[in-house]
């Protein structure tokens, strides 16, 4: 666990560093906490904060707005172009494992095999479904296919957010037991026990109580996901580097 102090200077900061090409890599698991930004980070990287703001026409006003801004200034996810995010517009399945992908900071260049017959590994996220893939993180659909352009519902985003957190060893802040939603019978067998514990977490919370299992996965609402998660796991490596530190 480490930790840079946050500068007036640099407002909104995010941490990044230079790699051996000289180009900016920006930290996704970085969080702001009592005028520290805190992060997960080598001991021989030599770290700094940046502002990586972005704009967009179309997050203002927005529910997800300050969801957004987390997410793309850690480089999670591109805009669609011209000046527009599409907050509303559903997640498909390759544009999630790319952006989990880029979560883990997953070196593109160490995943260049076929690994699914409709996933071409040269395309921008053949990569990214290789990594998912050889993490447990997806399973494909059935018949060496992952069907890429499929939309993400919302109890296939848990499920796979699950398996990141379990895949990567993360511990996050246990909020307790904050009962079941009103559809819960609804939820899959194969993800309820995923969406408990991720709502246990308060990585989601649901819509007005329920959880709506088969709904499409928007990029608003990845982008809320992500930043609860990060936000979790920082909070809760600083409480245990805290309780550490104390003589």
Known sequence: MRFLPTDE????????FDNEDGETVFVPFCYEIDERVWFFGDPDINYYLVTNDKEFNDIDPHWATMNILFAVSRELY???GNGRFAPNAPMNRAMFATVLARLAMVDFDEYTERVFDDVDPDSWYGPAVAWALDKGIVEGMGGSRFNPN?????QQMVL???????AYELELLDAGDPGAFSDQAAIAPWAADEVTAMRRHRIVTGMDGAFVPQGSSTRAQ??????????????????????DSVP
Do not use: W
């Open 150 to 154: 499929g939309v993400i519902t919302r």
């Open 78 to 80: 591109q805009g669609v």
């Open 9 to 16: 200077d640099i407002p909104n900061g995010v941490v990044a």
């Open 160 to 166: 796979m957010i699950h398996r990141f957190v379990e």
């Open 222 to 243: 990845v982008a809320t996901v992500l930043n609860r998660l990060v936000e979790s796991a920082i909070r809760e490596a600083v409480t245990v580097y805290q309780a």
